[in-house]
C-alpha cells in the first residue's frame, strides 16, 4: 500500500530538547516536503527536497532542520523547540514537481511547554 | 511568501444542498489544486488543475482553474454528511517547486 509514515504521531516535550520526527515514503518519490498546520492559516511549508541531498526552505523554516540522505526518508529536526512550534505537522510526497498531487502523511501533533 | 485567500471560512448546510467555496491570489499560480482533510487524519487530494480556464469533475466535485490565474473555485452538488471535514485549495508557484495553502473552509453538514 502506497503511503506516507510519520513517527511519532504525538509529542509532547520541553523547550530546548531536542527532537526528531521520522518520515518515510515507499512511493520512490523524488519530491518530499513538510508543513505545519496553524488554526486559520491552512497549512505552510516548512522545507522541502526535490531529491537526495538537495534541500530548500519554504515559507517557514525559522528553527528547523531537515536531511535527505536516501529518497525514502526526510526527518524532521527541531534542536531547541520552542512553544511557538508546538503545532501539527505534516509530511508530504509526490511524483510530480513542486509537491503537485502530494500524498500526506497523518500529521504529528507536537506540544512544546 | 505567497498568500491564498480562501472563503468562506466554514459552512453549515443541509444535507442535499449545494456548496461553493473558492481562493484567490494576488500573484499567478501556475497549477491549483483542491483538498480535503478528515479529522485526525492528512489532506487527501480532490481534484488537480493545470491550465488557466480548465474545468475538472470528480463525482459530485467540480473545480474551475480561473482564467487570470489568480483564482479557483470548488462546488460540491447534494452535499451529504461524510462532506464534513476542512477543504484546502492550494497552488503551485511558478517556479514549480512549492506549494501555498489557503486557510481553509470547515464544512458541516446537517443530515
Known amino acids: 500500500e502506497a503511503q506516507v509514515t510519520q513517527n511519532p504521531r504525538y509529542l509532547i516535550t520541553v523547550t530546548g530538547k531536542k527532537l526528531t520526527v521520522t518520515c518515510s515514503q515507499n512511493?520512490?518519490?523524488?519530491?518530499m516536503s513538510w508543513y505545519r498546520q496553524d488554526p486559520g492559516l491552512g497549512l505552510r511549508q516548512i522545507y522541502y527536497s526535490m531529491n537526495v541531498e538537495v534541500t530548500d526552505k519554504g515559507d517557514v523554516p525559522e528553527g528547523y532542520k531537515v536531511s535527505r540522505k536516501e529518497k525514502r526518508n526526510f526527518p524532521l529536526i527541531l534542536e531547541s523547540p520552542s512553544p511557538n512550534q508546538t503545532s501539527l505537522y505534516f509530511c508530504?510526497?509526490?511524483?510530480?514537481?513542486?509537491?503537485?498531487?502530494?500524498?500526506f502523511g497523518q500529521g504529528t501533533r507536537l506540544t512544546v511547554v | 511568501g505567497q498568500q491564498l485567500n480562501q472563503s468562506p471560512q466554514s459552512m453549515f448546510i443541509q444535507e442535499g444542498e449545494d456548496v461553493s467555496m473558492n481562493c484567490t491570489s494576488s500573484s499567478i499560480f501556475n497549477t491549483w489544486l483542491w483538498y480535503k482533510q478528515d479529522p485526525g487524519e492528512g489532506p487527501v487530494l480532490l481534484i488537480a488543475l493545470y491550465k488557466a480556464g480548465e474545468l475538472t469533475s470528480n463525482g459530485r466535485l467540480t473545480a474551475q482553474f480561473g482564467i487570470t490565474r489568480k483564482d479557483s473555485f470548488l462546488n460540491i452538488s447534494a452535499s451529504i454528511p461524510s462532506d464534513v471535514g476542512i477543504y484546502f485549495c492550494?497552488?503551485?508557484?511558478?517556479?514549480?517547486?512549492?506549494?501555498?495553502f489557503g486557510g481553509g473552509t470547515r464544512l458541516m453538514v446537517k443530515p
Open positions: 512511493m520512490n518519490h523524488e519530491y
Open positions: 508530504a510526497s509526490s511524483r510530480g514537481t513542486g509537491g503537485v498531487e502530494a500524498f
Open positions: 492550494a497552488g503551485q508557484n511558478n517556479a514549480g517547486n512549492m506549494l501555498t
